[in-house]
């Protein structure tokens, strides 16, 4: 009877511990994510965040939470590297397959979350971005499809929500550039530039008063001759306040498109 007890209780004792290790584990990862988080949309320090991130990566490998983040920090990164020599290019390049990687890692293990989908999204569409959009119509058309299934998902929040509209607005853009039999030989039929306006709506009406909405709308409506309604999202995007990483440039590009058709 003795022994047995002596051996219950080491036994609880232990499972004690185990919980007591895990709970701090736990507590661990989750809070280099939040303070990960804080860095990057509080004080717009991307290079922080990916720091923080990459500790609670090697805490906790796998994890698609992490996965999404990192892909997030990897885009930021590359955005703000110099792209002037083909060295410098293909550099850039690299950081957005990682963020490709991280993304599609992220998607394989939680394939019921639009953030995974979304930041995949992302990712690929800067690829197609760099390598040219009509050159790559099969990434154009995985971009489509991973910003559908997140809105389809509809998890993740309002933001989560808007920047896939976004991001299938910008897509829509950018693919109805080109003429439209042209592209539909190479299967990017799809694309229409009023859809694309419908999108931004959405986004805006999701998450308003951020800058990069506005200024995407607004040249969409230029586009259409729209002049009125492009002032007025230029107007918006400037008075916006500085949400993103980016939002100096896009406050920049507001004023000087603003200027541009002052007298449109």
Known sequence: MKISYKFFMASFFLLFIMACVSSVFAQSVEELLKQGDNYLDVNFDNSK?????????KLSPNNWDVYWRLSRAYVYAAEQMPEKTDQQKDAQLAEYQ???????????LAPDKSVTYLRRAIANGKIALYKGVFSVASVVNAVKSDCEKAIGLGNGGNYTQALAHYVLARTNAK??????????????????????????????????????????????????????????????????????????????EAKTLLEQIKNE
Do not use: H
């Open 49 to 57: 965040a990916t720091e923080l991130y990459q500790k609670a990566d």
């Open 98 to 108: 990682k963020a490709y990687d991280y993304a599609d890692k992220a998607v394989k």
């Open 175 to 252: 693919v109805s550039e080109k003429w439209a039999p042209a592209r539909a030989v190479l299967g990017l039929g799809w694309a229409d530039i009023n859809k694309a306006i419908t999108e931004y709506n959405i986004a805006i009406k999701l998450y308003p008063n951020f800058r990069m909405f506005y200024v995407d709308l607004a040249k969409a409506y230029i586009r259409e001759d729209e002049y009125a309604k492009a002032k007025d999202m230029l107007r918006k995007a400037i008075a916006s306040p500085k949400r993103d990483l980016n939002d100096d440039s896009q406050l920049a």
